[in-house]
């Protein structure tokens, strides 16, 4: 759509709801005229008929070529002269533009009105001259007519229902969807209860050479996001399994992409900023709806950035590498501001307390670490509990539960699938309430272990190869699943 055609469906807005002072102004400052009227026909014959109480509102929102505004003006100030209503034509003489720059440019022609206006009598053949006043009339009619155009009413609403059916047509927004217009997004259902998944909804297909190394929801629910080996970051519809293509750049074949396999992504509280981070250490923040990268972190680290976390309030980004450090960046300044060291291996995950006072963080050393955000002390080391076969187990993740603040630096409980060989844990996901703890096994099981209770309620097959992580959606009882079998599986009970 052209931007021409998108100010004149706003100009009919306005001028339908009656906004006549943002009507003129918007029209003034883009030098666009919506020229329209509801019936030519109407309006022709309001001329010819000299129904200017009728005339004169409609065209003061036209905009018509200035000669044919004169004679239009010229002719019902004649008219007004004839019928001896002096005051009106007076004021139409003396106040209206268009007749204050005929005086200033044709003062003959302004003057001979004048004349009119103060002689005691009217003289039609002075006035009209060989003509007469209907054909006058007629003349003018023909000359603004075509100036002027119909279009249906409600330009604007009839646009928005269309585009609103056809994302119910494309699966985008299920019927009965209450929209945000003005946000475009829309209201999210949230399911009443926690319930762990048994059934498998979607089954989003990779390259055969290519896997996701992480997949988000985005904390709104709109988007599902993966990130690949083979550099492509995507954005999914998760109702339809298919890729976002109401996303401009994606429906072009434009994808948010690194040289380097992305091995992990975060969203902003907002769900508007999407960071990714690769395996060359490099760290870039995109606009989610637009698909742009507007800040790029080169040498975030020296190593791969194994997780990335956004503060609550969207100015930093916590990151964790290879490199056996977490830091925090400005995004502002694209500056490194915070650096914690101290641990002896890989850190894999780190994530902000509710108050943005501490930082967790994961390790390949088997330890979990509490830090203070603004001196980065370590406040507090620990380990977890050793598996079942004895030895000591690197953590993978750290997650903060639904509703509760405070950071408890010891063990509270423990959950295990009880296996000695090939159950140990590479993966973990909160349910929306707290409910629910899903764990990924490397026997390739999904196991959903009861908080309350502690107890194993539930576990299945989910991929044919290993599966590298699990994503839960935040207000629906969905799971997002991935793997080396190229494949990232959604789950619903």
């Known amino acids: 759509m052209e931007m021409i055609t998108a100010i004149k469906i706003v100009l009919q807005?306005?001028?339908?709801?009656?906004l006549n002072q943002t009507f003129q102004t918007l029209q003034s400052e883009c030098q666009v005229s919506l020229n329209t009227v509801d019936s030519v026909e109407t309006f022709v014959s309001d001329i010819n008929s000299g129904r200017w109480d009728s005339v004169l509102p409609?065209?003061?929102?036209?905009?018509?070529?200035?000669?044919?505004?004169?004679?239009l003006y010229e002719q019902i100030v004649m008219e007004m002269i004839e019928l001896r209503e002096l005051d009106?034509?007076?004021a139409i003489l003396r106040q209206t533009q268009v007749m204050g720059v005929m005086k200033q440019e044709q003062p003959e022609r302004y003057l001979r009105m004048e004349h009119l206006l103060v002689r005691s009598y009217f003289d039609p053949h002075e006035a009209y001259g060989d003509s007469t006043k209907e054909r006058k009339r007629a003349q003018i009619a023909q000359a603004v007519a075509a100036e002027v155009t119909v279009v249906p009413p409600s330009r604007l609403m009839a646009l928005v229902g269309q585009a609103l059916k056809w994302q119910q047509h494309q699966g985008l927004l299920p019927p009965g969807t209450q929209f945000d217009l003005f946000r475009g997004t829309a209201a999210m259902k949230q399911d009443v209860e926690d319930t762990y998944p048994t059934t498998l909804n979607h089954t989003i297909k990779f390259g055969t050479k290519s896997h996701a190394e992480c997949a988000k929801f985005s904390p709104d629910g709109q988007f599902l996001v993966s990130c690949s080996v083979d550099g492509f970051i995507e954005v999914?519809?998760?109702i339809s399994g298919k890729l976002k293509k109401d996303l401009q750049y994606q429906a072009e074949e434009t994808f948010m992409m690194h040289d380097d396999p992305v091995l992990c992504i975060d969203f902003s509280r907002d769900s508007e900023m999407l960071a990714s981070g690769s395996q060359d250490g490099k760290i870039k923040v995109w606009r989610i709806r637009t698909g742009l990268c507007f800040r790029r972190l080169e040498r975030a680290h020296s190593q791969g950035v194994t997780s990335l976390t956004f503060s609550r309030d969207g100015t930093q980004l916590l990151s964790t590498s290879f490199d056996h450090?977490?830091?925090?960046?400005?995004?502002?300044?694209?500056?490194?501001?915070?650096e914690f060291r101290g641990h002896t291996s890989y850190v894999n995950n780190a994530i902000f307390t509710s108050d943005g006072s501490r930082i967790i963080t994961a390790s390949s050393d088997c330890t979990v670490k509490v830090w203070d955000s603004k001196t980065t002390d370590c406040l507090q080391t620990f380990k977890?509990?050793?598996?079942?076969?004895?030895?000591?187990?690197?953590?993978?993740?750290?997650?903060?539960?639904?509703?509760k603040h405070r950071t408890h630096c010891c063990v509270v409980k423990s959950f295990s699938s009880g296996k000695r060989e090939g159950g140990d844990f590479v993966a973990a996901c909160v349910s929306t309430k707290g409910d629910w703890i899903y764990c990924i096994g490397e026997d390739k099981k999904l196991y959903c272990f009861s908080y309350q209770t502690g107890g194993l309620e539930h576990f299945m097959m989910v991929h044919e190869k290993d599966v590298i992580g699990v994503a839960h959606h935040p207000h629906r009882n969905l799971i997002a699943t991935y793997s080396e079998d190229c494949t990232m599986k959604l789950w619903k009970p």
Request: include cysteine; charged fraction near 25%.
């Open 88 to 90: 009106t034509a007076r």
């Open 58 to 71: 409609q065209v003061s929102q036209l905009k018509l070529p200035r000669n044919k505004l004169e004679d």
């Open 236 to 238: 999914w519809d998760y």
């Open 13 to 18: 807005f306005c001028k339908e709801n009656s």
């Open 384 to 403: 977890p509990p050793p598996s079942l076969r004895g030895s000591e187990a690197s953590v993978n993740s750290v997650h903060l539960f639904p509703k």
């Open 325 to 338: 450090t977490a830091r925090i960046h400005g995004l502002k300044s694209g500056k490194l501001l915070k």
